[in-house]
C-alpha cells in the first residue's frame, strides 16, 4: 500500500514537473536520516531501494502524511551530491539514497569526493576510529612512565584530561601542511560526534564493575548504610541544591525541571584520581571504601534522578502507575538481573577453577569481561532499569564469591587493572575533547562570562557538598563507625565530576526538545566542571590528606620500613657469601660488587623497637596480612578446595579481623561465626558441598598452620620489640586454643578423613606444578605435558566425586527417621 502512494505521488510530481532543487533534496534527506538515527522512524533497505516505513513529526503544524509521502518521494529520487568543486547545476547523476547517506558515524552522512569528474565514496571511513584510540593510548601511558617517576603527585587522569583538551585546540586550529594529519583529524572528529549511549555502555561497565569486584566485602557490610545514605538520600538533596542554585545563580533564565537536571548530572561522582592517591598514599582502607562506595552507588541514584527530570523537562506525563513502573524497573528488576548474572558466572567460573585445564584462566578472564558488560546492556536497554545498579550488584557477587575460584589470581588482577587504565584514559581524554570542542563549536553561545559563572558554580557546588555532608553528617555516626571532621574534610574534597556527568550532558545536548543554546550551556557547565575538579581536586589531595593527618607516614611505620631494610640485607649478604662459594663465581671483584650494591657496605642495624599503640596495631596487621597470604598459598596449592566455603570464609575472617586490630587478634572469632551459615545456594552454584563436621575441620586446620606459619616468621622479618611480639603471640595462642577446642569435638574418623584429603590434594597439585616446569625447562613438550596433566585432573574430579557422594549419603541418612522403638521394649 506504501509503495502504491509513493509511485502515484512520484508520477503525479513528474507530471507536474515540479522537482525540487538539489539542496532542498539534500536538507530533507539530512532531516530524514536525523529522524532514522533518533528512532522516530524506521527504514527498510531493499538493494538501492528505500521505503519509509513510519515517521512522526514533532512540529504539531504540519500534517504527519502529506509530509511523510512529500518527503518519501524526495527520498527517492533526489540526485547525488557531487564533489564542493562540482557543485553545480549540471550536476544531475541519479543515485540511491542509501548511496548518498550511508553512515560512516553516528548521525553524520558520508562524505563523497570526486577525481577525475567520477564520484569517490568515502563513506566507510568508521574504521578511523581505531587510530585516536590507539595513539591516544600509546601517548598517554608514555607519559605515565614519565610521571611515575618523576611527578608522582600529578595525577594521571588530570593529566590525561589536558591532553585531549590540547589536542582538540591543535585540531581547531590546524589550517594544513605537516601540523595537518587528515587521518587523525577524520577520526578525532568522530570520536567528537560519539553518541553518549555508546560512550556510556562502552566504558562505564568495565570501569564500575573493576571498582566492585576487588571491593573489601567486610568492610562494605560495615559501611554499606553510611554509602547508601550518602549516596541516595544525599544525591536528592544534592540534586536539589545545585538545581536551586542553577536557578537563581546563573543568568540564563531556566525554568526548574531543566536546572534539577543539570544538578543530577553534576551530582555524580567519580573519584578514581583521589582513590588511587589514596591507596598510594596509605588512606585508612574504611575512608577508602566510603568515597569509592558513595561514587559506585550515586552513579546509579544520579542517572535515575536525571531520567527523571529530564522527562519532566520535556513535559513527559508521569502519572502514578509510570512512577511505580519506574522505580521496580530501576530499584528491583535491574539488581535482580544483575544478581542472576553474576550467580550465573561464579557458577562457570567454579567450573573451571579445580581442575587445571589449559584454558581455565582465558575462560574466567572472558566470563568477568562479559559478566560486566550483560549485567549493564541487559538491566538499561531490555529491561528499561538501571544499568549502573545491575553491574554493581553482578560485580558484588563476584567479590563476594569468586575471588577464592580464580585460577589465576594474577592474570584477573593483570587483566583487569589493565581494563581500568584503558577506560580511564579514554573516558578522561574524551572529557577534554568534549569540553574543549564544546568551547570552540558553540563559542557564539558560550562567551567569556560564562568562564566566570562556572568559576561560581563550582565554588558553590562544593558549598552543596559540604551542606549535605553537614547535614547527613549525625545520621552518618549513628549508622556505623564515627567519621571525623578530617575525614569529612576529605570526603567533601573528593567529590569529583567525570564519564556519568559528561555523558548526561551529551545526552540533553543532542535532545530534541532542548534548545541548541541551552544544550550547549549544560555541555559546557559539565565538561567545566570535570575539569576543575580534576585540576584543582585532584592534584591538592595529596597535600591536603598530609594536612589533616589522614595519610600514613607514622613512625611506627617507617621503623617497620627501616626493620625491613635490615632484613633484606642480611639476606643479600647471606646470599653472596653463599654464591661466592661457587666455582662460576670466583674471581669476583668484591669492592665493585660492594659498589654496585651499597647495601652490601657495613653498617649499623637499627635495633630500635616499635613503641605505642601504633606499633601494635602494624604489627597485628602485619601478622594477619601473613596469616592470609598462607591461607591463599593453601587454596594454591589443593590443601583447601577452590570451591568449598573453607575457602571463602578463611580469606573472609581475616578481612573482617583487620578492623579490630587496635584491639587484639580477632580472626578466629571472625571465622567461627561463619559456621552456622549454611550457604546453601552458593554450594549449589559451585556443585560442591562438604559436612558441616569437614568445614570446620578444613577452617580450623589451615587457621592453627597458618597461625604457626605466622608466629614463626614475623619476628624474623618484622622485629617490633619482646614487649609487642610477646603480646601479639599469646592472642594468637589464645585463639589457636579455641581452634584446637572446636577440632577436638569432630570426630576422629572426619578429622583423619579431612587430613588425608588435604594430603592427596596437595600431592596431585604438586605433580600438576612439576608437569609445568618439566614443560618450561623444554624436557616435556606441551601435547605430552597435556597427556600427563589428564590423569591429574581425573584424580582431582575422583576426590570431589567422593566429597559430592559423602555428603549426599550423609544428608539422606540425616533426612531418613529413626527406627521407631517397639512397644513391648524395655524401659531403660
Known amino acids: 500500500m506504501e509503495l502504491a502512494v509513493l509511485f502515484l505521488l512520484a508520477l503525479a510530481r513528474n507530471a507536474l514537473a515540479e522537482k525540487p532543487s538539489l539542496q532542498s533534496s539534500l536538507m530533507i534527506q539530512d532531516r530524514i536520516l536525523e529522524r532514522q538515527h533518533d528512532g522516530s522512524m524506521e527504514v527498510r533497505h531493499d538493494g538501492s531501494t528505500l521505503l519509509r516505513h513510519e515517521f512522526h513529526r514533532s512540529d504539531p503544524s504540519v500534517p504527519v502524511n502529506a509530509l511523510s509521502a512529500a518527503e518519501a518521494v524526495a527520498s527517492l529520487s533526489a540526485p547525488a551530491p557531487p564533489a564542493p568543486a562540482q557543485l553545480n547545476a549540471s550536476s544531475s547523476r541519479e543515485v540511491p539514497f542509501a548511496e548518498v547517506h550511508a553512515l560512516n558515524r553516528v548521525g553524520e552522512p558520508a562524505h563523497h569526493a570526486s577525481e577525475d569528474g567520477h564520484d569517490a565514496a568515502h563513506s566507510h571511513d568508521g574504521y578511523k576510529t581505531l587510530l585516536l584510540f590507539f595513539v591516544t593510548l600509546f601517548v598517554c601511558v608514555c607519559f605515565l612512565v614519565l610521571l611515575e617517576r618523576y611527578c608522582p603527585a600529578l595525577p594521571y587522569t588530570a593529566f590525561v584530561f589536558v591532553l585531549g583538551f590540547l589536542v582538540t585546540v591543535w585540531h581547531k586550529n590546524a589550517t594544513g601542511g605537516a601540523g595537518d594529519w587528515k587521518s587523525f583529524m577524520r577520526s578525532l572528529e568522530l570520536w567528537e560526534s560519539i553518541n553518549p549511549h555508546l560512550l556510556l555502555y562502552a566504558f562505564l561497565p568495565p570501569l564500575l564493575f573493576a571498582e566492585v569486584m576487588k571491593i573489601n566485602v567486610q568492610l562494605v557490610k560495615s559501611c554499606f548504610w553510611q554509602c547508601f545514605t550518602i549516596a541516595c538520600p544525599g544525591v536528592i538533596l544534592g540534586t536539589g541544591l545545585a538545581g536551586t542554585l542553577a536557578k537563581y545563580c546563573l543568568p540564563y533564565d531556566w525554568d526548574w525541571p531543566i536546572c534539577l537536571t543539570l544538578g543530577a548530572m553534576l551530582s555524580a561522582t567519580d573519584p578514581v584520581a583521589v582513590v588511587a592517591l589514596f591507596n598510594t598514599l596509605g588512606v585508612s582502607p574504611r575512608l577508602t571504601m566510603l568515597v569509592s562506595g558513595e561514587s559506585l552507588l550515586n552513579d546509579g541514584a544520579a542517572i535515575v534522578v536525571f531520567n527523571l527530570t529530564l522527562k519532566a523537562a520535556l513535559n513527559v506525563n508521569m502519572d502514578g502507575s509510570f512512577m511505580v513502573e519506574f522505580l521496580l524497573r530501576m530499584l528491583v528488576v535491574s539488581p535482580i538481573v544483575g544478581a542472576l548474572i553474576g550467580y550465573l558466572s561464579v557458577a562457570i567460573i567454579a567450573k573451571c577453577s579445580s581442575e ?473
Not at 570542542?437 to 567569556?448: L, N, P, Q, S
Open 356 to 828: 587445571k585445564y589449559h584454558h581455565d584462566a582465558i575462560i574466567q578472564v572472558i566470563i568477568t569481561i562479559a559478566c560486566a558488560y550483560l549485567s549493564f546492556f541487559l538491566a538499561e536497554s531490555e529491561f528499561r532499569g538501571s544499568g549502573v545498579l545491575g553491574v554493581i550488584t553482578a560485580g558484588f557477587v563476584l567479590a563476594c564469591y569468586a575471588w577464592p575460584l580464580y585460577a589465576s589470581m594474577e592474570v584477573i588482577h593483570t587483566v583487569w587493572e589493565t581494563i581500568e587504565v584503558i577506560g580511564n584514559t579514554m573516558i578522561f581524554f574524551l572529557a577534554g575533547v568534549l569540553f574543549s570542542a564544546t568551547i570552540f563549536d558553540k563559542w557564539g553561545t558560550i562567551g567569556g562570562a560564562d568562564f566566570g559563572w562556572l568559576l561560581l558554580l563550582y565554588f558553590l557546588l562544593t558549598l552543596a557538598r559540604s551542606t549535605v555532608l553537614g547535614v547527613l553528617y549525625l545520621p552518618l555516626n549513628q549508622m556505623g563507625q564515627e567519621i571525623s571532621t578530617s575525614e569529612a574534610v576529605a570526603m567533601v574534597w573528593s567529590g569529583l565530576r567525570g564519564a556519568v556527568s559528561l555523558a548526561l550532558a551529551i545526552m540533553v545536548d543532542e535532545e530534541q526538545g532542548i534548545s541548541k543554546k541551552m544544550g550547549a550551556r549544560i555541555m559546557f557547565h559539565a565538561g567545566g566542571m570535570a575539569a576543575l575538579s580534576l585540576l584543582v581536586n585532584a592534584t591538592t589531595a595529596g597535600p591536603l590528606l598530609f594536612k589533616l593527618g589522614l595519610a600514613k607516614n607514622d613512625d611506627a611505620r617507617q621503623a617497620r620500613i627501616d626493620k625491613l631494610k635490615d632484613y633484606l640485607v642480611a639476606q643479600a649478604k647471606k646470599e653472596r657469601d653463599e654464591l661466592l662459594s661457587k666455582s662460576e663465581y670466583q674471581g669476583v671483584d668484591q669492592e665493585t660488587l660492594t659498589v654496585m650494591m651499597p647495601m652490601l657496605k657495613p653498617h649499623e642495624p637499627k635495633t630500635n623497637d616499635l613503641v605505642g599503640t601504633d606499633a601494635a596495631d602494624a604489627y597485628r596487621e602485619t601478622f594477619l596480612q601473613a596469616v592470609k597470604t598462607t591461607y591463599w598459598h593453601a587454596i594454591e596449592e589443593g590443601i583447601v578446595p577452590r570451591r568449598s566455603k573453607p575457602a571463602r570464609i578463611l580469606l573472609n575472617s581475616v578481612d573482617e579481623g583487620l578492623n579490630y586490630t587496635k584491639e587484639t587478634l580477632k580472626d578466629w572469632e571472625c571465622l567461627s561465626t561463619h559456621f552456622a551459615n549454611p550457604s546453601r545456594c552458593v554450594a549449589f552454584l559451585v556443585r560442591y558441598k562438604m559436612k558441616p563436621e569437614a568445614q570446620q575441620c578444613y577452617s580450623a586446620l589451615t587457621f592453627l598452620i597458618a597461625h604457626e606459619h605466622a608466629r614463626k616468621e614475623l619476628p624474623t622479618l618484622f622485629p617490633a620489640g619482646k614487649a609487642i611480639e610477646e603480646m601479639v603471640d599469646n592472642e594468637s595462642k589464645e585463639e589457636c586454643a579455641q581452634a584446637e577446642k572446636v577440632l577436638a569435638a569432630i570426630p576422629a574418623d572426619v578429622v583423619t578423613h579431612v587430613k588425608t584429603e588435604m594430603l592427596a590434594r596437595k600431592l596431585i597439585t604438586s605433580n600438576m606444578s612439576e608437569v609445568h616446569s618439566l614443560q618450561h625447562k623444554g624436557i616435556v613438550s606441551p601435547s605430552d605435558a597435556a597427556k600427563l596433566e589428564h590423569g591429574l585432573h581425573h584424580a582431582l574430579i575422583n576426590i570431589m566425586s567422593k566429597v559430592m557422594s559423602d555428603y549426599n549419603t550423609s544428608s539422606e541418612s540425616a533426612a531418613s527417621p529413626a527406627p521407631a522403638a517397639s512397644a513391648a521394649s524395655p524401659a531403660p
